[in-house]
Nanobody, 112 residues
Framework: QVQLVESGGGLVQTGGSLRLSCGAS????????MVWDRQAPGKRRELVAS???????NYANSVKGRFTITRDNAKNTVSLQMNSLKPEDTAVYYC??????WGRGTQVTVSS
């Protein structure tokens, strides 16, 4: 059974930082591109960042220069370091292996 479990969300002030982590089990983690999505209230789900099995990264324009995605294939984990957070980053963040698997999400709230 595939499981993706996110952690690290919380409440932070504008300009602050958070680090999200996602642990994967039940899957050959190292072969998959890993993705962090987010969904804010009343908005469509959007891709935040992705990382291929070889470490190539891609970011939404809105987070470039502020967020960094990394992975540890030995530990089956993918992380998202979020710096210089803004209120518009407030959302539920999901760890995904599109299109098949996703976690329950972790709430990130940035206060102004």
């Amino acid at each position: 059974q595939v499981q993706l479990v996110e952690s690290g969300g919380g409440l932070v002030q504008t300009g602050g930082s958070l680090r999200l982590s996602c642990g994967a089990s039940g899957i050959n983690f190292g072969i998959y591109t890993m993705v962090w999505d987010r969904q804010a209230p009343g908005k469509r789900r959007e891709l935040v960042a992705s990382i291929t099995r070889s470490g190539t990264t891609n970011y939404a324009n809105s987070v470039k220069g502020r967020f960094t995605i990394t992975r540890d294939n030995a530990k089956n984990t993918v992380s998202l370091q979020m710096n210089s957070l803004k209120p518009e980053d407030t959302a539920v963040y999901y760890c995904t292996i599109p299109p098949y698997y996703w976690g329950r999400g972790t709430q990130v709230t940035v206060s102004s």
